[in-house]
């Protein structure tokens, strides 16, 4: 069985400030972990994902997270905020089957 | 390149009727899923279908029925609308396996009334 835990149901933060999303999995085999981003009234798209080998991973639009075994979390993180970031994201966790287990998911507004 | 699309957008339905939600891709997955999204719960895995000719339950089956229709085509039927299946709903489809991305469609609004 496998989980996701997404701490935080809103965040906001001012433009250029830091962006950090948690995520925490739980897993009984290696995960493969996801990021995707949902802009409003669409759908979900890839941010990053991690399935092997470097652990710090660098998606789209400056976004990058560290998968860390020993603390079972996949944290997002984004230097600098922009407007455009403003937006709904979803952890998600696989293991060894066709299916994909997300979290609740963390809004993010960005403050002018 | 369009994707994965979805047909209708928006729907509302009476209490105890039917419809049917169409998806196809044109990637050439393998793969083909159907989600529901619902305030604080992240999406759910209705049903899948690994490849053609195949299909699973997901974690939130029950009122639903799928059929693979071929590769492209992956639809979703609910036989009696009841409220509690009132949410957006996405197609996704990927070539298949833990590690592949999901592609989603740009998701169906459904109100039961």
């Known amino acids: 069985a496998q989980s996701v835990t997404q701490l935080g149901s809103h965040v906001s933060v001012s433009e250029g400030a830091l962006v950090l999303l948690r995520c925490n999995y739980s897993?009984?085999?290696?995960?493969?972990l996801f990021w995707y981003v949902q802009y409003p009234n669409q759908g979900l798209q890839l941010l990053l994902k991690?399935?092997?080998?470097?652990?710090l991973v660098k998606g789209i639009n400056g976004f990058e997270a560290e998968f860390k075994k020993s603390e079972t979390s996949f944290h997002l993180t984004k230097p600098s905020a922009h407007m455009s970031d403003a937006a709904e994201y979803f952890c998600?966790?696989?293991?060894?089957?066709?299916?994909?287990?997300f979290g609740a998911g963390t809004t993010v507004t960005v403050r002018a | 390149n369009a994707g994965v699309t979805q047909t209708p957008k928006f729907q509302v339905l009476k209490t105890g009727q039917s419809m049917t939600l169409q998806c196809a891709q044109d990637?050439?997955?393998?793969?083909m899923y159907w989600y529901r999204q619902d305030p604080g719960m992240g999406l759910r895995l209705i049903y899948y279908?690994?490849?053609?000719?195949?299909?699973d339950k997901g974690e939130v089956p029950n009122g639903y029925n799928v059929s693979r229709l071929n590769k492209r085509e992956f639809s979703l039927r609910l036989e009696s609308a009841a409220p509690s299946q009132t949410s957006v709903y996405f197609c996704?489809?990927?070539?298949?396996?833990?590690?592949?991305?999901?592609?989603f469609g740009p998701g169906t609004r459904l109100l039961v009334l």
């Open positions: 998600a966790v696989s293991s060894n089957d066709y299916k994909l287990s």
């Open positions: 990637m050439n997955h393998n793969s």
């Open positions: 279908s690994a490849s053609e000719g195949t299909t």
């Open positions: 897993s009984s085999v290696p995960p493969y």
């Open positions: 996704a489809s990927g070539r298949g396996g833990a590690r592949e991305t999901q592609y």
């Open positions: 991690y399935t092997t080998g470097a652990t």
